[in-house]
């Protein structure tokens, strides 16, 4: 339930290195419901273009084994597939990106929640069609007993619990992001370290690429025509991502509703940002930030970078009279590091 909107790779990759700075490798592939592009520069002489290849599908794999809704099988499938509310076992996988969302769902105020499922299903995005009946008052009430990711889903090391038998996990606004990372940690494994690893638009970065320069990303600009980029970024050893409101929605009756809900109040925001980039130090960060920042809006959601030195960039639907498309915002910590050489 994400749009991201990075041109990843056409902007960063050109180029080979040669000799003995090591070999350039890249690799695509298909995970998560979407693509992924993978580029190793510099990769050490002993190390084969299929050893890394295998590396990457065999990370993604069991990422997708532990946090993947769609995998009936998976370890996040059968935790909600489970009606008791006794602390079960959990991978250190799965531990690490719950205590990563819980982070980020205290930091962004309730508006980052991995217990969304049953508002997203209530809404039909995805599969709602042109005249079904908006969600009444009464129904997004009932919805949300069963949203609370605070109150809900409790942590505890290496074990998680329910609190409500009812409640599920998903895991699609931070899984991407962990897993960019993991492949990075598996491409360091290699002792390679410089790399681009991007997972549907979400990605992560290291060092330098072949011609010697930081990545350079371009972000879409929205509402655009194809590839039509708002700005270009230089990005190393950080984790990027980018989410906005622009390609997945529906109209009827003259108002426009988007995917993106508030977890608080049920409803699609209404709010006039309709994209937010995000910086971070990991991919997965990144991917959770992105949605928080883009349900909370630019007012609220620069509040709180601002409070927490985050580096974010917004971009939001002028009011009528503006006599302009968009209005844009950069926090300090993304100025900072956009400017940076």
Same mark, same amino acid.
Do not use: C
């Given at each position: 339930m994400r749009a991201l909107f990075f041109l990843p790779v056409g902007l960063a990759l050109s180029g080979c290195f040669s000799g003995d700075?090591?070999?350039?490798?890249?690799?695509?592939?298909?995970?998560?419901?979407?693509?992924?592009?993978?580029?190793?520069?510099?990769?050490?002489?002993?190390?084969?273009?299929?050893?890394?290849?295998?590396?990457?599908?065999?990370?993604?794999?069991?990422? %997708?084994?532990?946090?993947?809704?769609?995998?009936?099988?998976?370890?996040?499938?059968?935790?909600?597939?489970?009606?008791?509310?006794?602390?079960?076992?959990?991978?250190?996988?799965?531990?690490?990106?719950?205590?990563?969302?819980?982070?980020?769902?205290?930091?962004?105020?309730?508006?980052? $929640?991995?217990?969304?499922?049953?508002?997203?299903?209530?809404?039909?995005?995805?599969?709602?069609?042109?005249?079904?009946?908006?969600?009444?008052?009464?129904?997004?009430?009932?919805?949300?007993?069963?949203?609370?990711?605070?109150?809900?889903?409790?942590?505890?090391?290496?074990?998680?619990?329910?609190?409500?038998?009812?409640?599920?996990?998903?895991?699609?606004?931070?899984?991407?992001?962990?897993? %960019? $990372?993991?492949?990075?940690?598996?491409?360091?494994?290699?002792?390679?370290? %410089?790399?681009?690893v991007e997972i549907g638009g979400d990605l992560v970065s290291a060092g330098r690429n072949d011609e010697g320069e930081k990545w350079k990303i371009g972000i879409e600009t929205p509402e655009g025509k194809a590839n039509s980029v708002e700005m270009v970024l230089p990005v190393s050893d950080l984790g990027m991502a980018t989410s906005g409101d622009y390609r997945n929605f529906f109209e009827q009756d003259g108002v426009r509703y988007s995917h993106i809900i508030d977890p608080t109040t049920g409803r699609p925001v209404t709010h006039r940002t309709t994209s937010v980039t995000i910086l971070a130090e990991d991919g997965m960060m990144a991917d959770a930030l992105a949605t928080a920042m883009m349900v909370l809006g630019a007012e609220e959601g620069m509040r709180i970078a601002e409070a927490n030195d985050l580096a974010v960039f917004f971009i939001s639907r002028a009011e009528s009279e503006a006599g302009q498309d968009y209005v844009k915002a950069a926090s300090p910590a993304f100025e900072k590091l956009r400017d940076a050489e």
């Open positions: 700075e090591g070999e350039t490798y890249r690799f695509s592939g298909e995970t998560m419901g979407t693509t992924y592009h993978v580029t190793a520069v510099g990769v050490p002489d002993e190390v084969t273009e299929t050893e890394i290849a295998l590396a990457i599908e065999e990370t993604l794999a069991a990422v %997708n084994a532990s946090m993947s809704n769609w995998d009936k099988e998976s370890e996040v499938s059968r935790f909600n597939g489970m009606a008791s509310t006794e602390p079960v076992a959990i991978s250190a996988e799965f531990a690490h990106v719950m205590a990563a969302a819980d982070k980020v769902h205290a930091l962004s105020e309730g508006k980052f $929640d991995v217990t969304l499922f049953p508002l997203i299903e209530l809404w039909g995005f995805g599969a709602k069609k042109p005249g079904d009946p908006i969600p009444s008052d009464a129904e997004i009430a009932a919805a949300l007993t069963h949203v609370g990711q605070a109150d809900l889903v409790a942590l505890d090391g290496e074990t998680l619990a329910k609190r409500d038998p009812e409640v599920s996990v998903n895991l699609s606004a931070i899984a991407k992001g962990y897993g %960019n $990372d993991a492949v990075a940690q598996a491409l360091r494994g290699f002792g390679i370290e %410089n790399y681009l």
